[in-house]
């Protein structure tokens, strides 16, 4: 009996555990992109998630408070190791190389791959993709609903106004990106054009004294190349404003847009008419 008793117990720890960054049960979502680890965040319960992106763990890359993401495993993408984890499914880029993913298919994974979305209404197709492929539909409308209601208190209102959105150091954000039509909606005038960018690309600072936007906007205090500009703008006396916009709305769309079109369209506001 007693052999019995424990043979049920050690089949009962081999199903359905939680998943924890020490050791992990096979099964469940193994996300190799870190805009997926959020989104997946929104759609299921933690236990479900077998392992996130290493970029999560990285302040610098990722979108999540970063207390959040290490509470789950990471691993660094390669093959081998999302194999040995036997996940239900994996979530990864398409810029995932052939390689691995000949090995995934090998290896009888179930796999999706997710591009990067450039505007609101791809982003959008994407959470009802990844929430059909993870048996999460109503939560997936739930997340939609949120992004038609941020969409509808942001518009802005007013003539657009000249924005440069940084990036991180002197890297803006140009047209053809998710944060272009954000900003559009928003009443701001995504300026990287007027400098000749015809997508994100890099503006040096001597660029930026030379013809100032009317608004500047960069992650957190934007780092020494923000300082330098900052400073060189107020030298020349610029009528530039500036303010900050968080790092975490930077790198993704899904559940990041709310967030984001608020963030904008307060700045929009805060900057009158």
């Known amino acids: 009996m007693r052999l019995v008793l424990l043979l049920a117990l050690l089949l009962a720890g081999c199903s359905g555990g939680v998943p924890t960054r020490e050791g992990m049960s096979r099964g469940g979502i193994v996300s190799l992109n870190p805009c997926a680890d959020q989104l997946l965040l929104s759609l299921v319960p933690p236990r479900q998630i077998a392992a996130i992106s290493h970029y999560s763990h990285d302040p610098r890359a990722t979108s999540l408070p970063l207390d959040v993401a290490r509470r789950f495993r990471a691993t660094a993408g390669t093959a081998e190791e999302v194999i040995a984890l036997a996940p239900d499914l994996v979530i990864a880029s398409s810029f995932t190389s052939p390689t691995t993913r000949a090995a995934f298919d090998r290896a009888g994974l179930r796999t999706l791959y997710l591009d990067s979305p450039t505007t609101i209404a791809a982003s959008r197709a994407q959470i009802a993709e990844v929430a059909a492929a993870v048996g999460a539909a109503d939560r997936g409308h739930a997340l939609d609903a949120r992004i038609a209601r941020a969409l509808a208190h942001s518009r802005g209102i007013g003539k657009p106004l000249p924005t440069l959105l940084f990036i991180g150091g002197d890297l ?37 004294v030379a013809d100032p936007p009317a608004l500047i906007l960069s992650p957190d205090n934007g780092g020494r190349t923000a300082e330098t500009r900052r400073r060189l703008l107020a030298a020349t006396g610029a009528p530039t404003r500036e303010a900050p916009f968080p790092r975490a709305l930077v790198n993704c769309g899904g559940p990041t847009i709310p967030a984001a079109l608020e963030r904008l369209a307060a700045v929009r506001r805060s900057a009158g008419a």
Not at 179 to 201: K, Q, V
């Open 172 to 208: 803006a954000n140009g047209d053809g990106t998710l944060l272009h039509e954000m900003m559009s909606h928003a009443g701001l005038r995504d300026a990287a054009a007027d400098y000749g960018l015809a997508m994100t690309g890099r503006l040096p600072i001597e660029t930026i």
